[in-house]
C-alpha cells in the first residue's frame, strides 16, 4: 500500500516540476530555448541545479515531458478501439486522450518553441518515432500488411498520422492556438485529407 509520505513527495514534486515548467517557458519564449542556460532556469525557478536535474534528465524534457513516454497512453487508447474502425478514425480517436489533460495555452507556447528550435525540432522528431515504434504493431494487426515485409505497412500509417497532427497543430498555432476543439477539427481536416487523396 502506497505510503502517505510517498503520495505527498509525489505531489511536491508535480508542483515544482510545474513551477520549474513555467519558469523556463517564460524564459524560451523571451530569450530563445537555445539561448537560455539552465543556469538561468534554476535561478528563476527558485532551485538548485542539483534539483533541477533530479526532476529533468535534460533542457528538452522542461518542454516535452513526459510526452515522449505518452506512446503506451496512446496504444491503450488504441486498444480500446473497434477493430472494425477504420484505422484513421481509430487513431484519431486514440492521440484525443493527449488533448483530455492538456493545457492550451501551455500546447501553443511549446508549439512555437519548436517550430523556433533546431534542438527541439530533433526531440519532437524523436518522440514521435518513439510513438512509431510502439503504435505500428497494433495498426499491422489492425490492417494486415499485405504483400509489404512486417513493419512496414504500420510505420507508414502511423508516420502519416502524426504527419497530419503535425500539420493540423502549425494551422492551429497560426490561428492563434487557444481551442482545443480547433485543433481536433484541423486534426480531422488532415487525416480526411490523407483517406480521400
Not at 515522449?68 to 488504441?78: C, N, S, T
Not at 486522450?97 to 518553441?113: K, Y
Request: contains cysteine; glycine residues 8%.
Amino acid at each position: 500500500m502506497e505510503d502517505v509520505s510517498d503520495r505527498l513527495w509525489d505531489r511536491t514534486r508535480r508542483r515544482v516540476q510545474e513551477e520549474v515548467v513555467d519558469a523556463a517557458l517564460a524564459l524560451f519564449l523571451e530569450h530563445g530555448f537555445e539561448e537560455t542556460t539552465v543556469d538561468q532556469v534554476v535561478a528563476a525557478a527558485g532551485i538548485s541545479r542539483r534539483s533541477f536535474f533530479r526532476y529533468f534528465g535534460t533542457k528538452e524534457d522542461i518542454v516535452f515531458g513526459d510526452l515522449a513516454e505518452q506512446g503506451p497512453v496512446i496504444l491503450e487508447a488504441l486498444r480500446a478501439r473497434p477493430d472494425d474502425e477504420p484505422i484513421w478514425d481509430a487513431l484519431r480517436h486514440a492521440f484525443g486522450v493527449l488533448a483530455t489533460s492538456a493545457n492550451p495555452q501551455r500546447g501553443a507556447a511549446i508549439g512555437r518553441l519548436v517550430t523556433s528550435s533546431p534542438a527541439l525540432r530533433a526531440a519532437h522528431l524523436e518522440k514521435h518515432l518513439r510513438w512509431q515504434q510502439v503504435l505500428a504493431p497494433e495498426v499491422e494487426r489492425r490492417v494486415g500488411t499485405g504483400d509489404a515485409p512486417p513493419g512496414l505497412v504500420g510505420a507508414a500509417i502511423v508516420a502519416t498520422a502524426l504527419a497530419c497532427l503535425d500539420a493540423a497543430t502549425t494551422t492551429w498555432l497560426g490561428q492563434g492556438g487557444d481551442d482545443l476543439g480547433e485543433l481536433a477539427r484541423l486534426t480531422d481536416l488532415a487525416l480526411a485529407a490523407v483517406r480521400s487523396g
